[in-house]
């Protein structure tokens, strides 16, 4: 359940690492897996840190700031939920990626895993970025 100051972890490699949710685009409920929200920065990763993997000398420039506003998809929540084959799904936490005005992913790569949800609310680009869905 995803509502207004809930903090989230950014999953993508957008530059930022925990945002706060200030939006459901749902307006009347509480956001699930695959809902799109607004979301502000609260941290974000360093300008000169690069991913792992990367080589020596290289440097990586955030693509986000502190304090941007962005919209982002929610990919984990915490909370239990049934799926209609009976299965129940819970994450260890809360997290997003951030996305454009447009829908297309601001980040070129998901870490971790994402809920499968995403899959039937038409998400399948970031499922494609994902390094596994559950």
Request: hydrophobic content about 40%; some cysteine.
């Amino acid at each position: 359940m995803i509502q207004l100051k809930t903090m989230l972890n950014c999953i993508d490699n957008s530059g930022a690492t925990v945002v706060e949710c200030i939006a459901n685009h749902r307006m009347k409920r509480h956001a699930r897996i695959g809902d799109r929200i607004i979301v502000v920065v609260q941290k974000s990763r360093n300008l000169g840190e690069a991913g792992p993997g990367a080589g020596p000398g290289s440097v990586t420039a955030a693509k986000v700031r502190r304090g941007d506003i962005r919209h982002a998809i929610v990919v984990r929540t915490a909370k239990k939920m049934q799926r209609k084959d009976g299965m129940v799904v819970k994450f260890d936490d809360n997290a997003c990626a951030l996305i454009g005005k447009n829908g297309e992913p601001i980040g070129t790569r998901i870490n971790g895993v994402v809920g499968s949800e995403l899959r039937n609310k038409q998400w399948s680009k970031i499922l494609s970025l994902a390094s596994m869905h559950v």
